[in-house]
């Protein structure tokens, strides 16, 4: 039983059951009755007097206030306390516009481009922890070296699984090195397991980080990453880091193929190769065959053979499906 939050100290918890058990009592019997220091059981004494749960108008003869009026009366009052204290914080809310203003201002004053030098690992790992904190949509990732130690995992799980449980999309793509290390390979198992899209490539690509596209983090020096980092907010520069990273992404190898090569691969014929890719634009047989050069009984053979193959009941999700088959 913790009865502090109201108030009340082990003590004084002792000293007020003991005038609930004897009514009638004087405050010079509790030392003698508890094993108490005269002195701590007068203090105590007052201070149950000034919370309401001791009448000592008589201090021979103390009474006891009923717990239900007593302690209920202190637990409404520290409600009502903890109450205004959350106004309080939420009022503190209303500095946002004000703030928010004065970046605007500075943002319109500013005339160099919109490129922060963050310098020093521990900073830098402070402002990507905000930048995920802060991110609604999605975190797009390049990683050209090997695995990351095992400090940078423990920190970065946690951070991803609470991304990903917001609803967040993450695309990651890493070197095969980084997959040499078992606690790596690990981490990026459980990225997967929870959600995260992870693709390897064995192409030499940059370091970089792009939050909701429209923040990119890049190395100070890409040859010494511990260095700091750039964070760069300038629409021109990050569409083009997108892109670059779109690139990369589509040439690379989801990790389970990687790892676990699938042993059947599809045999398409070049014309079924033409079929796929043009059920996934064309909106009729006819303006299919002719772009095929084929005739439209020939080009719906094609179709359902393919359909079947995929195992798929429309075309729709044919194309689908050969698009996640990356039979095209």
């Not at 405050?27 to 007052?46: F, I, Q, R």
């Not at 690139?247 to 398409?268: C, H, N, Y």
Request: hydrophobic fraction near 40%; charged fraction near 30%.
């Amino acid at each position: 039983m913790d009865v502090s939050v109201i108030g009340i100290s082990p003590e004084a918890v002792e000293i007020y059951r003991y005038f609930l058990r004897h009514r009638g009592e004087g405050v010079d019997s509790v030392p003698e009755a508890l094993g108490l220091d005269p002195d701590l059981v007068e203090s105590t004494a007052e201070t149950l007097g000034r919370l309401g749960l001791l009448d000592l108008h008589d201090r021979h003869r103390v009474v006891a206030t009923e717990p239900r009026i007593g302690i209920e009366r202190l637990v409404e009052k520290r409600l009502n306390e903890l109450n205004a204290e959350v106004l309080r914080v939420l009022a503190a809310r209303d500095a946002i516009s004000v703030f928010m203003e004065d970046k605007q201002e500075g943002e319109r004053a500013a005339t160099a481009l919109d490129i922060e030098r963050v310098e020093g690992a521990d900073r830098v790992r402070q402002r990507l922890d905000d930048l995920a904190f802060f991110s609604y949509k999605e975190t797009l990732c390049l990683h050209p070296g090997g695995p990351f130690s095992r400090v940078m995992i423990e920190s970065a799980l946690p951070l991803d699984t609470r991304s990903l449980r917001r609803g967040l999309s993450i695309k990651g793509v890493y070197h095969p090195k980084a997959l040499e290390d078992a606690f790596m390979l690990s981490y990026l198992r459980e990225l997967v397991s929870l959600g995260g899209e992870v693709r390897i490539t064995e192409q030499p690509m940059d370091r970089m980080l792009i939050y909701d596209r429209s923040v990119a983090v890049v190395p100070i020096d890409p040859k010494e990453s511990a260095r700091g980092a750039l964070l760069v907010r300038e629409p021109g520069l990050v569409s083009q880091l997108v892109i670059y990273f779109e690139g990369m992404w589509k040439s690379a190898v989801d990790l389970r193929e990687f790892i676990e090569p699938s042993t059947e691969q599809p045999l398409l014929s070049e014309m079924e190769q033409r079929v796929l890719e043009v059920m996934a634009t064309a909106d009729k047989d006819e303006i299919a065959a002719r772009e095929l050069d084929i005739s439209v009984r020939t080009y719906r053979r094609y179709v359902a053979d393919l359909m079947a193959r995929l195992g798929a009941v429309n075309r729709f999700q044919a194309a689908l499906r050969a698009k996640e088959e990356n039979w095209i």
